[in-house]
């Protein structure tokens, strides 16, 4: 992707300028620990004058659901943790519905940032590394869309705000079960972490996976819409409509 994808002055290069020196250092063991429910604390630190637009966040939450999408498609491609059948089914379906997020931001003029990313090193050769990377990231999807269906409401988006509210909603899902398929307890908390004021907060998430990092290897290409059907073949998720296609 050429890197001059802007709306408002919003680029991968600014983008990355504007967390520089974010991701630069981060171990695996912090960032897979970073996202706890200590973490609410961040949102208290945050800009809370950071004014979001929606062009602003289409353009991240399609980011987002790219990065996710790459990270699902290498996880099944040869399944090389040898994971059980219950494990594939649920990785494809979390890739079919990343890419039907993906589809629907592009639908409203979103693009994503990037469609090469950096990975922990080990997150194919270690599904400890794997799963504490799906159950951070995850975190922080749900996060995110939590922060942008409190914007989209204070924008007087309420068929948005609703639609981020679904996104959010598939997010924590996803949480669960990565935690369920790496081992453990699916859900132990009682609401999802509010980690985020604004989505464009959780730039410090998606910085290391944009730029590389300390123990980050790359990058990785997004594999595209044609082979991810391909490895999915029947399994799909169900495209259940957007509130905003709803009403």
């Known amino acids: 992707m050429a890197d001059n994808t802007s709306e408002k002055g919003l680029s991968r290069r600014n983008f990355i300028k504007g967390t520089a020196g974010v991701g630069g250092g981060i171990a695996l063991a912090s ?11 961040a949102a208290k630190k945050s800009n809370h004058n950071a004014n979001d637009s929606i062009a602003t966040i289409l ?3 399609s980011t987002a659901e ?19 059948e219950f494990q594939l089914n649920y990785f494809k379906l979390a890739l079919s519905a990343e890419l ?3 589809k629907i931001w592009q639908s409203l ?4 940032l ?7 090193e080990k997150f194919l ?3 400890s590394v794997n799963t504490a990377t799906f159950i951070a990231a995850e975190t ?9 269906t409190r914007r989209m409401a204070e924008l007087g988006e309420s068929r948005l705000a609703a639609t981020t509210a679904q996104f959010a909603a598939t997010e924590a899902e996803h949480l669960a079960l990565s935690r369920l398929a790496g081992g453990f307890i699916p859900n132990p908390n009682g609401l999802p972490a509010p980690i985020y004021y604004n989505v464009s907060d959780a730039g410090q998430t998606l910085a290391p996976f944009l730029q590389g990092a300390k123990g980050f290897i790359g990058p990785v290409d997004y594999p595209g819409e044609d082979a991810i059907n391909k490895l999915l073949g029947d399994t799909q998720a169900v495209k259940i409509p957007t509130f905003t296609a709803v009403f």
Do not use: R
Request: aromatic content about 18%; glycine content about 10%; proline content about 3%.
């Open 31 to 41: 960032f897979a620990t970073s996202f706890g429910l200590n973490s609410a604390s």
């Open 59 to 61: 353009a991240l939450g």
């Open 66 to 84: 790219t990065l996710a999408a790459t990270s699902y498609y290498n996880t099944i491609l040869n399944n090389p943790f040898g994971l059980s």
């Open 100 to 102: 039907y997020h993906l």
């Open 109 to 112: 003029g979103g693009a994503s």
């Open 114 to 120: 990037a469609d090469k990313f950096y990975v922990p």
């Open 125 to 127: 050769a270690d599904f």
């Open 140 to 148: 922080a999807f749900t996060g995110a869309y939590l922060a942008a």
